[in-house]
């Protein structure tokens, strides 16, 4: 499956934004999406990840109450909703899918996206 991120830009602190991830090439309702992050000289870090049907969401401790995943099967799109955004929040935001269980380690995700950048200015 290829993935597509966008939605990135420049914000003020407690602006939201709206992450998009289109997936093309294979059965998009096969996979467990999952955003993560990477931030200037930082390990890519895990954000959040949604189930096949979307039933079961996990996130971050950092982003609970604050962030949202979502997906769009008939639209092969996963979403991450950001509010109240954070300085610490800056990052390229990456989208990834796997065909197995959910999980918030990189290397258990096959596919990735390119990234999007996200700027969250004080």
């Known amino acids: 499956v290829q993935l597509q991120a966008s939605g990135g830009g420049l914000v003020q602190v407690g602006d939201s934004l709206r992450l998009s991830c289109a997936a093309s090439?294979?059965?998009?309702?096969?996979?467990?999406m999952a955003w993560f992050r990477q931030a200037p000289g930082k390990e890519r870090e895990f954000v959040a990840f949604?189930?096949?049907?979307?039933?079961?969401?996990y996130y971050e401790d950092s982003v609970k109450g604050r962030f949202t995943i979502s997906r769009d099967n008939s639209k092969n799109t996963v979403y991450l909703q950001m509010n109240n955004l954070k300085p610490e929040d800056t990052a390229v935001y990456y989208c990834?899918?796997?065909?197995?269980?959910?999980?918030?380690?990189?290397?258990?995700?096959?596919?990735w996206g390119q990234g999007t950048q996200v700027t969250v200015s004080s």
């Open positions: 090439g294979r059965t998009f309702s096969n996979y467990v």
């Open positions: 949604i189930s096949w049907n979307g039933s079961m969401k």
């Open positions: 990834a899918g796997d065909t197995s269980y959910g999980s918030r380690l990189v290397q258990a995700y096959d596919y």
